[in-house]
DNA sequence: TTGTTAAGCGGAGCAATGTTCCGTATGTTG
DNA sequence: CAACATACGGAACATTGCTCCGCTTAACAA
């Protein structure tokens, strides 16, 4: 989708300059990330990259688009795992909640990423991102605990999803809290018996 | 605590202009973080309140102390339902959920407040001054369950309250998520049988 | 009432940061 | 190597948090 040739294929590359600054943007939001949170300004990672802020916000129009960027990977490495550890696990129940461990374990190591994706005016692309991505997953371990009569759940796998994001916010920085262990008692809920809204 | 008497008696209250611009202060602060959300620029609040940037400045020096004492009034009104639906409740359990569902509520209306209690750099006041006054009413619903014989768990009040918080961020302005829904589904977590961490 | 004093006021000004704009430089092609 | 579109860079502007200090005025006493 960042590639250089479109559809035609006969188009012409974008200059070499150009694709060299692009990763070099990624590659120093991804270390000032860890280093300052995602919220680090974006001068900061301009110069880290050795470039202007033209350059930087032409091609990543939106802080949004840089963290996009920046965890592409791990989000599709995360999604990925999701149908492995259907296969693997003893009951669709222990896959989702493995996959969901997984999922926490990503957001919690980077520094003010589970609060973006809740931020609904200015990280649109990133939660749009995520949800297109990693919801599917989500309703497939879903619908998987449905078909194994574990009295299976009346959640929306989007709800279900905004809410193990919203449980890791902060964690990491407060020793009282475990997203972990709030996820597991969310998931158990979600497979208890009684409802109402 | 904000009075203008010592614990002498004897000391000169404040001046007259001074509570009444705090009061001004409070009120403007109250209208605008409806309006547009508890991030509202200082200069608006001071502005509509009529007073210039020093006084509120001096009043609240943060912007955590702002929020506390517009909220402040709604918070302990929380904090005293907890006995009461206690009370009158038939289950522990029931008076947890509908404690629970009160605060969301509370929170849910409150624009940013849910996110703001979270953000560890910035709103330590806040974050306080919620905690101190109904982690210990959390706790106090979570004995009683202890003590009825449901079963009860192994959560922290401080655990829960935080995990309450922030399954109410972003909510209210997405339609596909509903903050109750999810508390709820927590709570019955917690209340069910096996745990691992 | 009036003078004295200290509490309180207000907003200009500084700093940090997001965002745009445009003159200049350079990769690419023929 | 010439010509041109692409891309670059950073100055400049806008917004917002926060401080600082000269001026105003409420409170009190004579």
Redesign the interface.
Known sequence: MTGGTNQQGTARPRRADARRNEQAVIDAAARLFVASGIEVPVRDIAAAAGVGMGTLYRRFPTRADLVVAVYRHQVEACAEAGPALLAQSATPRDALIAWANLFVDFLVTKHGLA?AL???DGYEALHTSFVDRLVPVCQQLLDAANSSGTGA?Q??A???M??IG??C??AG??P???A???V?????????P????
């Open positions: 609060a809740q931020d609904r759940p959640v929306d989007y709800e279900l905004r809410g919203n449980l916010i902060g920085s407060d009282r809290y475990n972990r262990h709030l597991t008692l969310l998931i158990s809920g979600v497979f208890a009684q409802q109402n809204s």
